[in-house]
């Protein structure tokens, strides 16, 4: 565990847009960053990145937070390992306090892993460098392929030999647990006995990185040419390793890919290193598999243009097309390139200069709807039945593109090269478009039936419900992605206001309340107060404590901070009351408070004050106003309890308990009236 001094300075040291730039490409825009969010599907950048404030937040799917916030989110990180992660790119020696088992035990398993995969791929680059074997056999099979030395070393290539220099042997040798070897995907465990061996051996290594560089698997190919052996054995899923979501070569590849805005993508891990070679570093590889939805998106969070390379072979090609119409319907422009019927990028590569790499792409580079009309037009010149299911499979692709402008475009470009009306093709690609859209539509109405509505949650069904309940108080997950579990929601009326207060406490508790001459509902005259002494005050007044868990946790742990800082002008303070809230461990509290902070729309009081002062300048108006509309909340809950306890009392003829309530009811109202009629002089 950090302790809290170190905590600061890790956060004191951190630059948002360095740590977020680190794997979203970010262009400056005014005092802000604008980027591609990476938590949902983003077709314009709507992720805004404030250096000063040091937060971030998407507008369209309202994901938000500081650097702490994205990395878990983003890199699957504790809270712990986050605060590690910047420790270590600032430059910044970590004091240790203690960790829970449970927290040790976490971090343990998901380090382990990451420690044994670094440790093979050491171990297999130092089998293929300092071995008899693996100079004879692996680095001369890298070298005649024309790798350089140099790039064998930047992709960490190694080789995998077998007995007696095998992983299992050396890693337990070492002392590495033979569950992490297993976990990680390097070693097996012999049916019966339990023996460990290697999943990899005669085989030459390409270690896979993540977006931020550790290795978390491995692929490996034989070399050897007897047809029973498979070319290529590849690292199972795992803990650290979801082949859906990575990209071979995107760790090396990824400040080019941003830079020059595009990114190539090829299919074989000697396609990219020999690319990288030449001097093309904005090279991928998928790796065999046709491109996933999250593949896609990865890439989408450095640029909006893949171009393809194909081989010349006809056939690869056309089985190859079938995925793109997924990369349209990310909205990324794809273009497609055809190299000459004898190279692969591998080959290609090693035989041409940079310069004339490039050229050849640029002069080559095709449009994918073109691409794909060209190359089915050809096969289908002669015959009608086959052309009609050229046509329909190439209008699928259009209506597959996000952009109308474009697929517009493209409907022209058909309808000329089939020799279609226009009319017509338009039509099919917008029954095409029906139909998905329809599909999605009762994919989604599937999904909300799963997800049950929040109302489920409140367990008081006789408050009346607001229009607009905070994403945070809605069950199960909140639309910020994050869970609520910790937290129910005991009465979502409240809720509301709950909410307002504690965002006056965030961010306006240190500041003075400036009553103006009778704008005080009291007879007394008012002493200047913080505000966040005149919300306690109010509500101790009444003895009032927040119903909703999140709430008043909130509420329990702001004023012991509040009591530890020193004074010094409001902003400051409520800068460090603010850090304190959206650092804790509280995951959940931290998301409750940034969205609190961040809340683009006005809360109920705010509104109309805003549009005339300041906010900092109408507390005095604000903040009373909050406090007394919470109060009335409660006062007409209470009313109508009463209301439902008289009738039942009317009901069984208890005279007793009825003239007391029709009392209570009265005293109620009366106390309803007077905080209406306060509130009506605010
Ligand atoms: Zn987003």
Known sequence: MIDRATVDKILDAVRIEEVIGDFVSLRKRGANYLGLCPFHQDKNPSLSVSSTKGIFKCFACGKAGGAVSFLMEHEHLTYTEALRYLAKKYHIEIVEKEETAEEIAHRMRYESLLVVTDYAQKFYADVLWNTEVGKAIGLSYFRERKFSDETIRKFGLGYAASRPLTLCNKALKEGYKPEYLVAAGLCLEREGTGELYDRFFDRVIFPIHSISGRVIAFGGRTLKTDKSVAKYVNSPQSEIYDKSRSLYGIFQAKNSIAKEDKCILVEGYADVISMHQAGVTNVVASSGTSLTVEQIRLIKRFTEKITIIYDGDAAGVKAALRGIDLVLEEGLSVKVVLLPPEDDPDTFAKSHSLIE??????????????????????????????????????????????????????????????????????????????????????????????????????????????????????????????????????????????????????????????????????????????????????????????????????????????????????????????????????????????????????????????????????????????????????????????????????????????????????????VKNRLSKELNRL
Not at 413 to 437: G, M, N, P, T, Y
Not at 481 to 508: H, N, Q, S, W
Not at 660 to 668: I, Y
């Open 357 to 670: 790499i490039r050229e050849y792409i640029e002069e080559n580079e095709k449009d994918f709807i073109s691409f794909k009309s060209d190359l089915l037009l050809e096969e289908s010149e002669r015959d009608p039945v086959r052309r009609a299911q050229v046509i329909g499979d190439i209008l699928q692709s259009v209506s597959a593109v996000a952009d109308p402008i474009l697929r517009n475009i493209y409907v022209e470009l058909v309808a000329e090269k089939f020799d279609q009306k226009i009319d017509s093709v338009l039509a099919k690609v917008s029954e095409f478009r029906r139909k998905k859209k329809a599909l999605e539509r009762s994919r989604r109405r599937f999904e909300d039936q799963q997800n049950q509505g929040w109302q489920q949650a409140v367990d008081r069904p006789e408050a009346p419900l607001p229009d607009e309940m905070p994403a945070d108080l809605q069950g199960g997950e909140g639309e910020s992605g994050m869970p609520t579990a910790g937290y129910p929601v005991r009465d979502a009326y409240l809720a509301v206001m709950e909410r307002e207060l504690c965002y006056y406490l965030i961010k306006f508790g240190t500041y003075p309340l400036h009553f103006e001459k009778d704008m005080y509902y009291g007879a007394e005259p008012v002493e200047e107060m913080m505000v966040s002494q005149y919300i306690r005050n109010s509500l101790d007044d009444d003895g009032l404590v927040f119903v909703n868990d999140l709430y008043r946790t909130l509420f329990d742990r702001y004023f012991p901070f509040e009591a530890t800082l020193a004074r010094e002008e409001p902003e400051a303070m409520q800068q460090r009351i603010v850090r304190y809230f959206t650092t804790s461990e509280d995951e959940i509290l931290n998301q409750a408070v940034f969205d609190l902070i961040l809340e683009e729309h006005a809360l109920t009081v705010k509104t109309y004050e805003e549009s005339i002062t300041p906010e900092d300048q109408a507390l005095a108006r604000t903040v009373p106003k909050s406090v007394l509309l919470y109060k009335l909340r409660i006062t007409e809950q209470q009313c109508a309890a009463t209301t439902k306890q008289i009738t039942l009392a009317q009901r069984s003829g208890e005279t007793d308990t009825l003239r007391d309530l029709v009392s209570r009811l009265q005293l109620l109202n009366t």
